[in-house]
């Protein structure tokens, strides 16, 4: 994934009407058409089934004991996975604007793989060196610690691929002015470097706060889907469905919706408040 | 500077540990009992089934994927339509949304007891629990990325050279094939590099609405957790390892192609 | 507290930044280092900062060797051209940065940093960002934070080469008038040669990566010691193998045997003087320059045939670069 989808979780297009490049109206409702059949009315399903039941029994299903539970530990484990990996890939981040070293490129490529393998091979790949059967003797496979591994994997590209542009465009001058006013290396990152990268950080933490709140893939081998102890959200409403529970399905699935809009939200918020100093 | 070696150590140990000796290893014992076992994992019929199935599903998403994403990207960059702001969260929401949701979503809307499940059995169309329903899941999760990618472009190169082509006596469909494609092809390129990835990857909508019936609704994806939980690890792992090599090349691409962010 | 740069050489690669440079630069004076893109100033400025390590050579600061330690020990003030402001601080904070890391106490930051606002005329905006202020502003703001550490050698790259020319006129007087006040070893680089010749006490001109000459203003415009600084302190024309100030050159309406023919091809009326562009017979340009008073005399207008006398030239000899100088009689 490019660092642009990242750059803004939601996208702020202005527009210019441009009489050669019209769109013929067609070509615009078809366009609305496909969004509506693919997103939007399933999504109003969702809303609607949620609803449907009565507010109450929605609640209760919520407040179910696995289900609290589970809710409870996905945001445990997401917000402990995206705190770690927003240290290491603004590290990863720091090494690849800032050094150089033989492999760099090919280092930077690797960096997208987590967008591009399948979650499931994910999850297969980490119990090889981390299951059962693991060659250095650490097992996490039922465990917590599992699925803060999977998450960790699937969020890792976020902060680094949100940090590098940032990095990479941050004024020299600005270290180097810091440097002639007596501050030690250390110092210029704290005050000067560092809170220029938070808004960035904080928006590729953000979207890897969504990815891992919402993984499902990468954690359902790994977890061993113990109720109240390694399941997820996620495997939960797999659970659910394929137990023909829809309602409770549904509910939990709502809140899930409604983390991830809550999410979006903030990741924009973040984004106008990053760019507030800029001229 | 002690400092820059422990922080390269650290990182790069980092990315190793968790990325490269993992990934590593599948490559190692998807072989460690020679060719010939991978050779028969890699042709099994319920291995092809399910490549052809994968690919099948992606030569229809990533095309339709390809066609609306630009057309949304231009509605949203050129034009003031209404509602902007809700197709910008649609166009956000798959980056964030739990893919066990949006297959729940799209049995609520198109399985047999949903809103349209009686409508789609009058016609005869089968969605859920078969093809059109992991089109469908797949095309959801991999709606954005050519939109959001061909965006930027958008903006960047301005309204001046299709203003040029208008004055030129030049009309709209013109315009866009002469001018405004070629200028937005690498974004689109980009866009679907990751949308193909995406395509072939994923795993949890369409394991939601597929049913996995083997032979017919099963993907790659789909295979490798039957094969792992059915204690063919042998066979789990070789899939693995063609859809890991599938990764990789699409992580080269993506940086050969990746557009000059970093200029 | 004096500068003291020896045997400096630095590389970028092939390009030689820096050719065995050294110079003396005494205590609280205001000097220019002088050059076109590409010269070395800059990396001179910052080898001196330590901002750049030089590949040999030393650099003392009030006699102390300091060319193993690092920019930030070193108690220099730097400022940037495109300012270097931390833009996500406020003014005042941006002023106080060096105070609060050397973890002075807060009332002593507070009543220095208004001292300083006051000092570079900011007054009022101490809360505002950097990006609410102009230009001039910023660069203020700069030499303010700057100074705030009161350090001992206060150092400029091209200042003021991202402004306006209005606001650099103003603000290169400004600077002039506090070095005057408070007298810090200032060393400006610039390739602007009237910014150099009016702000400092000493000028050196620098060309690709040496220093070409060192000395007043004055002195480098009227005893330049090659082509090169001659071209580039003032205007010139070039005259065979020699090189003639445009105020030294006469115009006559009538020959005298030390004239050459010559005619009018422009003349430019700038307001406070008269250029004007002349060809002689060989083929050359030669440009003049009057006052109002000798451009009416004269008459002179574009199209006439008039005879041209160069009062003083200097000619270069093959080799060397040294002048000779010929100074025609007066007459």
Request: charged share 15%; with cysteine.
């Amino acid at each position: 994934m490019a660092s642009r989808p990242l750059d803004s979780a939601l996208p702020e297009p202005r527009s210019f009407a441009s009489p050669a490049a019209a769109l013929p109206g067609l070509a615009a409702g078809t366009a609305i058409l496909y969004l509506s059949l693919v997103v939007l009315i399933p999504l109003a399903a969702l809303l609607w089934a949620a609803v449907g039941g009565g507010w109450t029994e929605f609640w209760d299903a919520v407040r179910a004991p696995d289900a609290t539970a589970a809710l409870k530990l996905t945001v445990a484990v997401s917000l402990i996975v995206v705190v770690l990996n927003a240290f290491f890939g603004t590290l990863l981040a720091w090494v690849l604007v800032r050094d150089d070293f033989i492999g760099k490129n090919a280092v930077n490529t690797l960096v997208d793989l987590p967008f591009a393998l399948p979650t499931i091979v994910v999850g297969v790949v980490l119990l090889l060196l981390y299951g059962s059967s693991s060659p250095i003797g650490v097992d996490v496979s039922y465990s917590r610690a599992g699925i803060v591994l999977a998450l960790m994997f699937e969020t890792l590209p976020f902060v680094v691929r949100s940090v590098q542009p940032v990095l990479y465009e941050l004024d020299r001058d600005m270290e180097q002015a810091a440097a002639s006013l007596g501050a030690a290396p250390f110092t210029a990152f704290r005050r000067v470097i560092f809170p220029n990268l938070l808004p960035a950080i904080l928006s590729g933490g953000g979207l890897a706060l969504a990815k891992a709140i919402g993984e499902f893939g990468s954690v359902v081998l790994i977890s061993g889907n113990i109720p109240f102890q390694t399941q997820v959200a996620s495997v939960l409403i797999f659970g659910r469905i394929e137990s023909d529970n829809q309602d409770a399905a549904v509910a939990v699935s709502v809140v899930l919706l409604v983390l991830a809009l809550s999410i979006l939200m903030l990741i924009n918020l973040v984004q106008r408040w990053g760019t507030r100093h800029d001229h | 500077m002690i400092t820059k070696y422990a922080l390269r150590f650290t990182a790069l140990g980092y990315l190793t540990m968790l990325l490269l000796v993992p990934v590593g290893m599948i490559a190692w014992k998807a072989f460690e009992n020679g060719w010939a076992p991978f050779w028969a994992s890699v042709t099994d019929p319920d291995f092809l089934t399910a490549l052809k199935l994968t690919l099948e599903i992606a030569l229809i998403a990533v095309p339709l994927n390809t066609v609306f994403g630009i057309i949304i990207a231009i509605m949203l960059v050129r034009h003031n339509v209404p509602g902007k702001s809700l197709i910008n969260a649609v166009l956000a929401l798959p980056f964030a949304l739990s893919p066990v949701v949006v297959g729940l979503c799209l049995i609520l809307a198109y399985g047999q007891s949903g809103w349209f499940g009686a409508d789609l059995a009058n016609a005869g169309i089968d969605v859920i629990f078969s093809m059109p329903g992991m089109v469908l899941a797949t095309m959801f999760v991999s709606l954005p990325f050519v939109a959001r990618e061909v965006m930027p472009v958008l903006r960047e190169i301005g309204t001046e050279q299709e203003q040029a082509a208008a004055t030129l006596g030049a009309g709209q469909w013109t315009t866009f094939r002469r001018v405004t494609l070629p200028a937005i092809r690498w974004g689109v390129i980009y866009g679907v590099i990751l949308t193909t990835a995406r395509c072939i990857g994923e795993y949890g909508a369409v394991a939601v609405v597929s049913g996995n019936v083997i032979g017919q609704t099963e993907t790659m994806p789909l295979l490798v957790k039957r094969l792992y939980e059915g204690f063919d690890k042998q066979g789990a792992y070789a899939a693995s390892v063609v859809l890991a090599l599938i990764a990789l090349s699409t992580v080269l691409l993506m940086t050969m192609f990746k557009p000059r962010q970093e200029a | 507290m004096a500068i003291n740069a020896l045997n400096v050489t630095k590389h970028f690669g092939d390009f030689v930044a820096l050719d065995d440079v050294s110079l003396e630069i005494p205590d609280g004076s205001l000097t220019a280092l002088l050059g076109p893109s590409g010269s070395g100033k800059s990396t001179l400025l910052r080898v001196i900062a330590g901002l750049e390590k030089p590949d040999t050579g030393t650099v003392s600061l009030g006699g102390r060797d300091v060319t193993s330690l690092p920019a930030h020990k070193r108690g220099i003030g730097f400022v940037f051209q495109h300012y270097a402001a931390f833009k996500h601080m406020t003014v005042a904070k941006n002023i106080a940065f060096g105070l609060e890391i050397r973890r002075r106490p807060k009332s002593e930051v507070k009543d220095r940093v208004s001292e300083l606002i006051e000092l570079v005329h900011l007054h009022g905006l101490g809360d505002r960002y950097p990006s609410q202020l102009s230009g001039g502003q910023r660069q203020r703001m700069a030499l303010a934070r700057a100074l705030a550490v009161e350090p001992e050698v206060l150092l400029l790259d091209e200042p003021f080469g991202a402004l306006d020319a209005r606001v650099r006129k103003d603000l290169r007087e400004w600077l002039r008038r506090l070095h005057d006040e408070v007298h810090v070893t200032t060393v400006i680089v610039t390739h602007d040669q009237e910014e150099a010749m009016e702000v400092a006490d000493t000028v050196v001109v620098m060309h690709q990566g040496t220093i070409q000459q060192t000395g007043g203003p004055r002195e480098l415009y009227e005893e330049p010691v090659n082509q090169f600084v001659m071209g580039f302190v003032g205007p010139v024309s070039t005259l065979g193998d020699a090189m003639v100030r445009p105020h030294d050159v006469e115009i006559r309406h009538a020959e005298n045997g030390t004239t050459l023919a010559a005619k009018v091809e422009r003349v430019v009326y700038l307001g406070w003087e008269v250029r004007v562009n002349l060809r002689l017979e060989s083929g050359e340009m030669l440009v003049a320059q009057l006052t109002r008073e000798e451009a009416d005399a004269l008459a002179v207008e574009a199209g006439q045939a008039v005879f041209v006398r160069p009062r003083k030239v200097r000619r270069w000899s093959e080799g060397d670069g040294k002048p000779d100088v010929v100074s025609a009689q007066p007459h």
